[in-house]
């Protein structure tokens, strides 16, 4: 976990149905372990709360380690933009935005293999496993 603190909405959904996700579920399973999950949310966010405990839920039925997944619980400014932990580096401006990089063991930072933002038409865990399945079967 990040040392940025936990985002409550993280928390699984108890009633999201693990079996109409299978396919989902394996995907992220099938992830190694040099896979994280960088999401940034906000537990005052209407969108995040809506989005996130079902994610939340998928990881945990894929089994995803809670060392994988880093918070970034983020702030909303008068303007609108978004601040927190990282928001500048990974240019931020939606939540919630989930990240998945592949990290080489002992590094901050990695290569973004997935990026999922608060406005995509599916939810969070679809999306991110519909996309890294299309870099698997391109690899």
Known sequence: MSEHGRLKTM?????????SYEETVDTLAALGDDVVFKVWGGDWCTDCRAQL?????????????DERVE???????DDGSKTGPE????????????????????ESGGEELARYVEDADVPVAVYLAQRLAELDAEA
């Open 11 to 19: 928390e699984p959904d108890p009633v999201w149905d693990a079996e």
């Open 87 to 106: 928001v500048e580096a990974y240019d931020i401006e939606r939540i919630p935005t989930v990240v998945v990089e592949r990290v080489a063991e002992g």
């Open 71 to 77: 918070h970034y619980p983020t702030e909303k400014e």
């Open 53 to 65: 405990p079902a994610f939340g839920a998928a990881l945990a039925a894929a089994d995803v380690p």
